[in-house]
């Protein structure tokens, strides 16, 4: 990664060809007195993480695989606001370099043509409510081809190479993405939650449609209506009644 044009972020970088998931070497680093801002690239993950336990398909040379070291003043329960703050910049990065529609679906997911091209994992430490720092996990599908998924995940997952008909520049996105976050952040850190939530929305293709959300006591159908000042998405069932959704996931109708 060659002149970076940010300011914190991506100063310092470690790079390597394989490792079992960024995230895990990025703890290790804060561990180690990584300071924020600090970025792990891997070509390659053999256990590369997803929300809800799931995992995450990285193979090699094909996609940007990267963790971002943050270490803001909040309280814990601001983590939700990181994650919707991560997916605009993410998204906003996306369009400025390859030009095509992309939206998030709550809380974090970008899609293209309804399929998604990348995904978001916030992992935090903290005590007594008090963050001590978060490690935004940032996986994006850049040149796969059809043939480099498994066959269960085609008919649900594209790269930007797909979309967008040609190879996009790794490290051009990377710049990219850094210098949207880093505006985002520092946004954030001055006035709060309000701006960023705006921006969400707008780039939002969840709001006003449609969705299913399954809790432990089964489904909950219902319009996706907004988004409160925590980055819970409130949805208006049939009868009438205002729920909201903390964490999770939700399907698209
Ligand atoms: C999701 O949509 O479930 C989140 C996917 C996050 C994947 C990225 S790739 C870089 C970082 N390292 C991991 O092991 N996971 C995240």
Same mark, same amino acid.
């Given at each position: 990664?060659?002149?970076?044009?940010?300011?914190?972020?991506?100063?310092?970088?470690?790079?390597?060809?394989?490792?079992?998931?960024?995230?895990?070497?990025?703890?290790?680093?804060?561990?180690?007195?990584?300071?924020?801002?600090?970025?792990? +690239?891997?070509?390659?993950?053999?256990?590369?993480?997803?929300?809800?336990?799931?995992? *995450?398909?990285? $193979?090699?040379?094909?996609?940007?695989?990267?963790?971002?070291?943050?270490?803001?003043?909040?309280?814990?329960?601001?983590? $939700?606001?990181?994650?919707? +703050?991560?997916?605009?910049? +993410?998204?906003?990065?996306?369009?400025?370099?390859?030009?095509?529609?992309?939206?998030?679906?709550?809380?974090?997911?970008?899609?293209?043509?309804?399929?998604?091209?990348?995904?978001?994992?916030?992992?935090?430490?903290?005590?007594?409510?008090?963050?001590? #720092?978060?490690?935004?996990?940032?996986?994006?599908?850049?040149?796969?081809?059809?043939?480099? #998924?498994?066959?269960?995940?085609?008919?649900?997952?594209?790269?930007?190479?797909?979309?967008?008909?040609?190879?996009?520049?790794?490290?051009?996105?990377?710049?990219?993405?850094?210098?949207?976050?880093?505006?985002? #952040?520092?946004?954030?850190?001055?006035?709060?939650?309000?701006?960023?939530?705006?921006? *969400?929305?707008?780039?939002?293709?969840? +709001?006003?449609? $449609?969705?299913?959300?399954?809790?432990?006591?089964?489904?909950?159908?219902?319009?996706?209506?907004?988004?409160?000042?925590?980055?819970?998405?409130?949805?208006?069932?049939?009868?009438?009644?205002?729920?909201?959704? #903390?964490?999770?996931?939700?399907?698209?109708?």
């Amino acid at each position: 990664m060659n002149g970076m044009k940010t300011k914190v972020l991506g100063q310092k970088v470690h790079i390597y060809d394989e490792v079992d998931s960024t995230q895990t070497i990025a703890h290790k680093l804060v561990a180690s007195g990584a300071p924020e801002g600090t970025i792990v +690239l891997a070509e390659r993950q053999t256990a590369g993480r997803g929300r809800m336990g799931r995992s *995450w398909h990285s $193979p090699a040379g094909k996609g940007i695989w990267l963790s971002l070291i943050l270490t803001p003043r909040i309280p814990m329960y601001f983590m $939700p606001q990181l994650t919707l +703050l991560s997916a605009v910049a +993410l998204c906003r990065a996306i369009q400025k370099v390859c030009h095509v529609e992309i939206g998030i679906k709550w809380p974090n997911d970008l899609l293209i043509h309804g399929k998604k091209v990348s995904g978001i994992l916030l992992e935090s430490s903290g005590e007594d409510e008090r963050l001590k #720092y978060v490690i935004a996990g940032i996986g994006i599908s850049v040149n796969l081809l059809e043939e480099d #998924y498994p066959e269960e995940l085609r008919s649900i997952a594209t790269s930007l190479a797909i979309e967008s008909g040609g190879k996009v520049s790794r490290e051009g996105l990377v710049q990219a993405f850094l210098l949207e976050f880093e505006d985002m #952040y520092a946004l954030y850190l001055e006035k709060g939650f309000a701006p960023i939530r705006l921006l *969400w929305e707008a780039l939002s293709v969840t +709001l006003k449609r $449609p969705i299913r959300t399954s809790t432990p006591s089964g489904f909950i159908d219902g319009i996706a209506d907004s988004l409160d000042n925590t980055g819970a998405l409130t949805v208006i069932t049939p009868n009438g009644e205002r729920i909201k959704i #903390y964490s999770g996931d939700i399907e698209l109708k």
